[in-house]
């Protein structure tokens, strides 16, 4: 717990939760551009699951590096860092979409992932630490309900902007004119760009507006620790650090593989047989289930055990992706977006069980934990790679057998509180 007064730690809670918004938008834009670039550069469910790889791959690449800088810089200079290089990531969308170059969007997406490394290795360590151990899991809830609010709406503004306008199929582009056919990739470029504009200057002066807020920094009060040269290795010598590691990966990887391809499952004739533009307005509906859920556990949590509600939450999420793969039609569809409102508790929970009673070295395991999100740049490929040989509906198993293993984590951790 940090050294401060009550009055220090409601200001620090509020401050650092709202940007737990930002870049819960951030992450869930990506769930629209995967079916909007899929249709503009004519990709393979593979293909567009490399900008969830990329995206979710820098979290791998850059959260030793991060959990480094926090060490440094301290937590409040670290997010407003983070909140900056996000920002740059934001504004190189606008090249990317002018010179209608898959790969630059790609870059991109690694830099504004990078930011959001940062913030993740510093936030959510940083409101874990804003009270007791004993309600941490608690609070950190209520901090990721607004990253849940930030990606319940990101889906609805998403689509508006940038999947009002019908893609072509090849076939229509070859049979258009040369004029028409730039018109209609400018029409494609500026879909893109308008929203990456307005969000990196929204994270610029974020950025500003952090580092000028009068917040504890908490490098000044950690800076007499002593650092050992062992202190990964002394983090995983906890298990529930491991498990937690691994259970991490699976649920971060699992969310993303529904959301990445909730547009294009809802779409398919034999579900909705909707547009992806109708498709992406029930998106919401998935992320909402998060939202509700997370504040709901938030007070549940302070009287019910976290581990075993846990448990729960992922037994109920295997289930509801299991019969949702068994349907069709509306049932499959609806099936599906339920599996958000358990999804809720699952990464703040996570995150609390792996760092508790680590001390010293809950930076480290913070770090850790953080390149467990990669899992959302690996299990969404292998979902495209399943349904690119199988079918898109059968694909969805994989995060079912994702959500067992939390199962199993989940109650795990119960027993020994």
């Known amino acids: 717990m940090i050294s ?47 900008i969830q790889f990329t995206f979710f791959g820098a979290y791998f690449i850059m959260s030793l590096p991060a959990g480094s800088l926090v060490t440094r810089l301290g937590y409040k200079n670290s997010i407003s860092l983070g909140l900056l290089v996000s920002a740059v990531g934001a504004f190189i969308f606008l090249p990317a979409a ?9 870059g991109a997406l690694f830099v504004l992932a990078s930011g959001i490394t940062v913030l993740q290795v510093a936030a959510n360590a940083y409101v874990t630490l804003l009270g007791t151990e004993e309600t941490a899991s608690s609070r950190l809830n209520l901090a990721q309900a607004l990253n849940s609010l930030g990606t319940t709406v990101a889906p609805k503004i998403g689509g508006f902007f940038i999947l009002s306008a019908t893609v072509l199929t090849a076939d229509q582009l070859a049979n258009m004119g040369v004029a028409e056919r730039l018109a209609y990739k400018t029409e494609q470029a500026q879909a893109v760009q308008g929203p990456y504009l307005v969000l990196g200057l929204i994270l610029l002066l974020l950025a500003v507006g952090m580092y000028l807020l009068k917040l504890p920094n908490l490098k000044e009060q950690n800076s007499g620790d002593v650092k050992s040269e062992s202190t990964f290795s002394q983090a ?17 990887g699992a969310e993303v593989s529904i959301g990445s391809f909730l547009i294009n499952f809802i779409s398919q004739a034999d579900v909705m047989g909707v547009s992806e533009s109708a498709a992406a307005g029930l998106v919401p509906i998935y992320w909402g289930g998060a ?23 992922a037994t ?32 703040p929970t996570i995150f609390s069980l792996g760092i508790r009673g680590l001390g010293a070295a ?26 690119d040989h199988w079918n898109l509906h059968h694909a969805f198993l994989l995060p079912m057998v994702c959500y067992l ?13």
């Open 4 to 50: 401060m007064n009550e009055a220090q730690r409601k200001k620090a809670l509020i401050v650092v939760s709202s940007i737990f918004f930002m870049w819960g938008f951030l992450t869930c834009l990506n769930d629209i551009l995967i079916p909007h670039l899929k249709g503009v550069f004519s990709l393979s469910y593979t293909e567009s699951a490399l």
């Open 98 to 106: 002018k010179m209608e170059s898959y790969p630059l969007f790609l």
């Open 362 to 387: 809950t930076e480290k395991a913070s770090s850790l934990l953080v390149m467990a999100i990669v899992g959302g740049a690996i299990i969404p490929l292998l979902q495209g790679v399943i349904a």
């Open 291 to 313: 939202l509700l859920g997370r504040f709901v556990g938030a007070l549940l949590m302070r009287k019910w055990n976290p581990a075993k509600m846990l448990g729960f939450a």
């Open 236 to 252: 995983l010598k906890h298990s529930n650090l491991i498990l937690g590691v691994i259970a991490l990966f699976l649920y971060v």
């Open 316 to 347: 109920f999420a295997a289930l509801l992706v299991l019969a949702a793969v068994l349907s069709t039609g509306h049932i499959a569809a609806w099936l599906l977006l339920s599996v958000g409102l358990f999804n809720s508790i699952m990464f």
């Open 405 to 417: 293993f939390i199962c199993f984590y989940g109650f795990k951790e119960g027993k020994r509180t």
